[in-house]
């Protein structure tokens, strides 16, 4: 029986800047962040939560160069990997990522049945979607 | 150049429902309307117009399963301009009329990007009909 998902990986054309983004403006935290060689393995993972996103960066030694630049079409055309991840205020955080600077959504946040979420694309162009489950409270207007 | 083309692909997935032009998609890419046009397809497959109409019929089928409103009320919701139109497209990319679509299909009950994804029509037809505009009253009929 498999018991918890360890590792997962969001393929991303630079390390750095995609660790600026996922820890600085989505507001994740760094896991791992080792060095070996030409070799960086480093992660980020929801604060608190076990499973780690591998940052992975096509290129030597996991993809000759032809692999890889096939891969960074891929990721830039969007094709590549996706995230949906969980909040417990998916309208504030649409605000908060804002005034950190956030630009690329692809939909701001909407009630449906089963809960309210919203779209952004990482600096690389990697789907997230942020959700909340349940019925959320609206503010009252009037 | 792809992330700058995806973006603008993003944009017509997020502003369906307004009267969008091929230069105001082709600016998000920071592109001229022939470029854009050129490159769009030569990445993605299709047209900007066509990709923009399998959004627009895809939102359309959308409410003609989960809501009463009427097929004109619905045309307009989702950009189309012209019923004629919507209706013309919408059998060309669907397979049937809009109302044979209503009668034969209800609720799916599954999270609305995963529907967005999976109930994004294929082009029935297997024509890429080539046009160069969004304006859809000035878009080619096909023979």
């Known amino acids: ?142 | 150049m792809n992330r700058r083309l995806l973006r603008a692909r993003d944009a017509m997935d997020r502003a369906y429902a307004e009267p969008l032009d091929v230069r105001a998609v082709a600016a998000v890419a920071h592109l001229s309307e022939a470029h854009f046009s050129r490159s769009f397809r030569a990445t993605f497959g299709e047209t900007p117009h066509r990709y923009l109409q399998r959004r627009r019929v895809e939102r359309s089928m959308f409410l003609l399963r989960e809501t009463d409103r009427s097929v004109t009320d619905i045309c307009f919701d989702v950009g189309f301009t012209s019923l004629g139109t919507f209706s013309r497209t919408f059998h060309e990319i669907v397979g049937e009329t809009p109302s044979e679509y209503r009668a034969g299909h209800g609720p799916v009950m599954a999270p609305n990007c995963i529907w967005m994804a999976a109930t994004r029509p294929v082009v029935a037809a297997g024509v890429a009909v080539r046009v160069s505009s969004f304006g859809e009253a000035d878009a080619p009929v096909p023979a």
């Open chain 1, 1 to 142: 029986m498999i018991t918890k998902l360890n590792v997962t990986s969001v393929k991303v054309l630079d390390q750095e800047q995609a660790l600026d983004f996922y820890v600085n403006k989505l507001g994740l935290e760094k896991g791992s962040d080792v060095k070996q060689g030409g070799f960086r393995w480093v992660t980020v993972r929801v604060p608190g939560d076990v499973t780690e996103i591998f940052l992975e960066e096509p290129g030597p030694p996991l993809h000759d160069e032809a692999t890889a630049a096939q891969l960074r079409e891929l990721i830039t055309k969007g094709a590549m990997s996706s995230l949906v991840f969980n909040s417990n205020d998916v309208r504030g955080l649409y605000e908060t990522l804002q005034a950190r600077g956030v630009t690329d959504f692809t939909q701001e946040p909407i009630e449906h049945f089963y809960g309210t979420d919203m779209g952004l694309r990482d600096p690389f162009g990697n789907a997230i979607r942020i959700l909340q489950q349940g019925k959320v409270p609206q503010k009252v207007t009037a």
